[in-house]
């Protein structure tokens, strides 16, 4: 929808190289350690973390490359998650991959409802001192979007272990699923709208850690 016209092209251009270079920064995350990661089991799992978020933020900026490049690929090839499930499937041991695969999504969105919960995203952000209102402010923001994040990210999860009980690629979904599940469930505009809020406190709150965030570097 963004790269519909002239002006959407040129938005999603510079969405695409943002979203290189976010991948670029995770990649250096997990790679040159800048942030001290211990060489624990913690420490690594971390670090394998940030290097899966970076490989999935760079294949969104290649298809949205793509799309700013090209003609764009078959619109009705954009959700390919039914695809890769049913070649997960396929594969020896594949309905235990996809459940694992599943587990593993919920896990993250757990840890991020925890994250929310906790607060401890504020320990990174380098605040003046004296400024309370502005932490609130900013921890509020931060709880409500990661909350929101983490709600989004666990229906995806419980899909795709769905997919995997029932031996079926088409429960597996991502994000548009996610959202249309929500819609068509009980009190589901109320909720989508609380979703949709919470996504919009997300996008703050990433605008605010961009500016707040520290970042240490090795000497």
Known sequence: MIGEDLFGQVTLAVTSMGLFGYALWQGYRAVINPERYP???QGFAKRVGLFLSGSAYASLAFFSTAL???????????????????WLLSLPLGQLLVG?????????ALNLCYVAYSGMFMKRLELEDGHETQRRIITTIGRVGIAARGLIIGIVGVFFVQAAWDFSPEKAGGLREALRAVENGPYGQWL?????????????????????RTIPVNK
């Open 68 to 86: 700013v490049l090209f003609d764009g690929p078959d619109r009705q090839n954009l959700n390919a998650e039914d695809d890769w499930t049913r």
């Open 192 to 212: 989508l709208s609380f979703m949709a809020a919470g996504l919009v406190a997300f996008g703050a709150y990433e605008l605010l850690r961009s500016r707040y």
């Open 100 to 108: 694992l695969g599943g587990l593993v999504v919920v896990a993250v």
């Open 39 to 41: 060489r624990t089991l």
